[in-house]
């Protein structure tokens, strides 16, 4: 059984940001405790509908890729903090480990470096109506889920909870943070996804599209931070039924949003509840990229 959490049980550390899914609270000046909980978002709306477990997965699957992708770019786990210590009940820390990260405070970039490989959501969209993908040209007569005659880099900026993120080109980026290190997290991005599209590819899965975000420590030091490479931040595809032409089957919310696009609801809180066969799909379809990414099964999701 998963062991439940509310942000209410974290009584000894402050509150200092709460996201979609990710309740962040200070650990003295320099490091974070970050707890996933099991809250669902979709178009960057919370909704009242939770996916037990998927606190505990994301984090996991966060932590297999920030050890997997470690020689690219540091990260921002905290290996020298112990949780029980932290928050000085034992039984708590016991409860809460499988969903949380003692994270480094870094400063973070105002930027979401998303990743596309494939042409999906809101690209295919943006393709259809101007022929190019967030005002980067692309070939004439490209269907749905068409892999992309290269990997692009389509940043965004970063929208507070209920607000919308909206895509932006490389040279405001550029604007925001300067040329070197605009470069920089762009360069750092097509690596990673390079990487983890590989990894995946190998276990029969593409990985369509997907988003980083990083920080800076006190040194100017790059890091990627947050999560990394779960099926909240990407989209992963079984390659046995990848068929160009329609959207494929995911391992990850994308039946939700499908199914949020059939309703008549403007993408603003508060978000309409989901029917419970859809969230069990979506469990499932979490508990998937587990056990193809790894290759085992995750202690207590059997």
Not at 16 to 39: I, P, T, W
Not at 217 to 234: F, I, K, Q, R, Y
């Amino acid at each position: 059984m998963h062991a439940p959490y509310d942000t209410a049980m974290i009584t000894t550390l402050p509150l200092v940001h709460q996201g979609k899914v990710r309740d962040c609270f200070a650990v003295g000046e320099d490091h974070l405790l970050m707890v996933a909980s099991d809250r669902l978002s979709a178009f960057d709306v919370v909704l009242p509908d939770p996916i037990p477990g998927k606190g505990e997965m994301l984090t996991h699957i966060s932590r297999f890729w920030f050890e997997l992708l470690g020689d690219i770019v540091p990260n921002h786990l905290a290996h020298d903090l112990d949780l029980a210590e932290v928050l000085g009940d034992a039984e708590l820390a016991a409860r809460l480990a499988p969903r949380s990260m003692l994270v480094k405070r870094l400063q973070a970039l105002p930027v979401e470096a998303i990743v596309r490989g494939y042409l999906i959501g809101s690209g295919w969209k943006d393709y259809r109506a101007t022929g190019a993908l967030c005002g980067i040209p692309l070939p004439e007569g490209l269907r749905q889920a068409d892999r992309l005659p290269e990997v692009l880099f389509t940043p965004s900026t970063k929208a507070a909870v209920g607000d919308h993120d909206e895509n932006v080109s490389f040279e405001h980026i550029v604007s925001l943070v300067g040329e070197e290190r605009a470069n920089e997290v762009r360069d750092v991005s097509l690596r990673l996804y390079d990487t983890a599209a590989r990894h995946a590819e190998a276990r029969g899965v593409i990985i369509a599209d997907t988003k980083f975000e990083f920080g800076l420590d006190a040194n100017g030091v790059l890091h990627v931070m947050d999560e990394v490479l779960t099926p909240d931040s990407s989209r992963y595809w079984p390659a046995d039924a990848y068929a160009p032409g329609t959207s494929p089957p995911s391992f990850d919310k994308q039946i939700i949003r499908d199914y949020l696009e059939t309703l008549d609801w403007d993408k603003t809180p508060p978000g309409p509840s989901v029917p419970a066969e859809l969230i069990e799909h979506t469990r499932q379809q979490y508990e998937k990229v587990v056990q193809l990414m790894e290759g085992q099964v995750m202690e207590g999701l059997a």
